[in-house]
């Protein structure tokens, strides 16, 4: 028995560790999730079952419009992050080695390492002045910021699908008489696709639940989801926002899994 | 019709630049099936890959057909790759893969079908046309894979190792299976192989080559009887080598019982000679006779390997056909006379390291 490998869950306390953790960390979500059905208006008293504030969130203009809100910025800034990444990525994998590569790794993956309230503060700097100087207060600021900070995490899962690809496979084409254009549109874009797919989908996961930066730079009148319930929070503390939360949950628990089984199957 | 000129590759820059291909030059026939043959790093694959165009040579020319063809890329060249992986398109099925070169030229869509279906049928997997060629069986994929690279058509067909990854069986008969490809359609193909056996069954020449350098090009006869040199006569089938001296136009050997006639000029010579060539005992009066002792016999079933070491401690091997009764030519510990037929020596420069 001495001779197996290292195994946690020998090691004293740790899966009651591990429990706890899992339940600290999912027992408030269940007890949101099941207030959301809860009839009552106050917490704790449980009145019966029902899709009561499912109902009147769905009725209500203010949510509406910032879901919709929401949906359209994290689709763009995704979109836009999904491309750039999907470039990024080729020209640090297919290139051999060029000056500067690290740097502009480091870049490209910055956003992951400052802090968010930093890079916050310094857009909110900057887009204020070109806001009193244009006039526009439209959700253009919103979407290049959203996109610039979801680059890295559509770039992951896009640079370990090409990583993995065979590179035969492109000289293959190439030997076949397929041009730069059609080997890419033929062979690497199809092969790539899944990781793609995976990229966007983690990318529009961030920016839908993006809270600092949206509330930073969002203009007057403007709100996306998450800035739309704190909002709310601080004025009326209705179940409707257990309601609300529960769906974006659901959104993000639906895309996250997508995401996964996308780079999981056949590499 | 495809002409080297000089070919010659580096890698590297400088002080640190390697040179895989020291000016190669030789021309290929119309039809030929035309191999590369020799040990791992010998510079055959770069060779390969300069033709295929995935590389730029450094110097030369490549003439293919009349035209410098060196600085073409290899989309432009009417010459098709067999990958030694095979390198088929995971995402696509097999009439895909076979449809693929067609597709990339623009060819109209009828024609391609009816291509794919005459290609598949070629290699007899018609009934597969539809599968992912991810499940399809490591023989069966080199035949799309062959498929697929002779469904344009190409001038020249390059085959890159193209059988080492099939187990024994399935390569003897991809080995028949090949050769008759090759004769059905008429193409030329270029195979590189470290494989003898591959090499002398399929080809109608080989061209051995050793550190980036054509050691010898000849049909699979005359590189087995008249290898140029040590490397070619070690490197196709087994050999004896015997240390030897031309004195006055005559051969002999350390211990030679009669020095034999040989036009070469004066100086030390290596003596070569096939193991099935040497005989035991007082065979014929031309041939040289030495006294060895046996070492040990080694039974092959349709032969028998008698190693044996002359007096000055040269091993020597002889190959003695197994009757179907006598039993053992010889015993371990015996001293025999054996027999040096004089039409079976060849005399080899001994100047060059094995």
């Not at chain 1, 590569?101 to 400052?114: A, F, R």
């Not at chain 2, 490397?231 to 020095?259: D, M």
Request: with cysteine; aromatic share 6%; glycine share 8%.
């Amino acid at each position: 028995m001495a001779d197996r490998a290292f195994d946690t869950r020998r090691l004293p306390g740790a899966t009651v560790l591990a429990l706890a953790c899992f339940v600290i960390l999912y027992i408030p979500m269940v007890i949101l999730v099941a207030n959301s059905f809860n009839t009552g208006k106050v917490i704790g008293q449980w009145e019966g079952v029902s899709l009561h504030w499912y109902a009147r969130a769905l009725q209500n203009d203010a949510f509406l419009a910032a879901a919709r809100t929401s949906l359209i910025l994290a689709s763009l800034a995704a979109l836009i992050a999904t491309i750039t990444a999907t470039m990024a990525a080729l020209a640090t994998t297919r290139s051999r080695g060029f000056r500067g590569e690290g740097t502009i790794h480091i870049v490209l993956n910055q956003p992951i390492m400052v802090p968010e309230i930093v890079l916050a503060i310094a857009l909110l700097i900057i887009i204020a002045q070109i806001k009193q100087a244009t006039g526009y207060t439209g959700l253009g600021y919103l979407v290049i910021a959203h996109s610039a900070f979801c680059i890295p995490f559509a770039y992951m899962p896009i640079r370990a699908r090409l990583e993995g690809m065979d590179l035969t496979l492109e000289t293959a084409a190439a030997d076949l008489y397929a041009g730069r254009l059609y080997t890419f549109r033929k062979v690497t874009l199809p092969l790539l696709a899944p990781g793609i797919l995976a990229g966007f989908m983690l990318a529009f996961v961030i920016s839908l639940d993006d809270v600092v930066i949206s509330d930073f730079l969002k203009s007057p009148g403007q709100d996306t989801l998450p800035t739309y319930l704190l909002g709310e929070l601080r004025r009326n503390l209705t179940s409707e926002i257990y309601a609300i939360s529960s769906l974006l949950l659901l959104i993000s628990v639906l895309i996250v899994a997508g995401s996964w089984l996308l780079t999981r199957k056949k590499t | 019709m495809l002409d080297l000129h000089r070919l010659t590759k580096s890698f590297g820059k400088g002080d640190s630049a390697v040179t895989a291909l020291h000016e190669v030059s030789f021309s290929i026939a119309e039809g030929e099936f035309f191999t590369l043959l020799g040990p791992s790093g010998c510079g055959k694959t770069t060779l390969l890959r300069l033709i295929a165009g995935f590389e730029p040579p450094s110097g030369g020319a490549l003439v293919l057909d009349g035209r410098d063809i060196a600085h073409v890329p290899p989309n432009q060249r009417p010459v098709n790759t067999v990958f030694q992986n095979y390198a088929l398109f995971p995402h696509m099925t097999v009439a895909e893969n076979v449809g693929f070169a067609l597709g990339a030229q623009g060819r109209p869509r009828a024609e391609i079908a009816a291509t794919v279906e005459r290609m598949l049928a070629l290699v007899k997997l018609s009934h597969l046309a539809g599968r992912k060629s991810a499940a399809l069986s490591g023989g069966q994929q080199q035949r799309v894979a062959l498929a697929r690279a002779l469904a344009a058509r190409p001038r020249i067909l390059l085959l890159d190792e193209p059988l080492s990854a099939l187990d024994m069986k399935l390569r003897k008969e991809m080995q028949v299976e090949l050769k008759r490809l090759q004769q059905e359609t008429g193409l030329t193909f270029i195979f590189v192989t470290h494989d003898q056996e591959e090499a002398l069954t399929m080809s109608d020449r080989i061209a051995v080559m050793a550190g980036g350098r054509i050691q010898q090009i000849a049909s699979p006869r005359d590189l087995y009887d008249q290898p140029a040199n040590r490397f070619v006569a070690g490197f196709i089938g087994e050999t004896n080598f015997l240390p030897a001296h031309c004195t006055a136009g005559r051969l002999t050997l350390p211990q030679a019982a009669a020095p034999l006639p040989v036009p070469h000029a004066d100086g030390p010579v290596t003596v070569m000679i096939r193991p099935e060539h040497v005989a035991l005992g007082q065979a014929r009066p031309d041939a040289l006779v030495l006294t060895a002792q046996v070492d040990r016999l080694v039974y092959f079933g349709t032969d028998t390997h008698v190693h044996l070491h002359l007096s000055d401690g040269s091993p020597l091997v002889a190959r003695v056909q197994n009757a179907l009764r006598g039993g053992q030519p010889c015993a371990a510990g015996q001293t025999i006379p054996v027999s040096l037929p004089g039409e079976a020596l060849r005399l080899l420069p001994c100047d060059e390291a094995a």
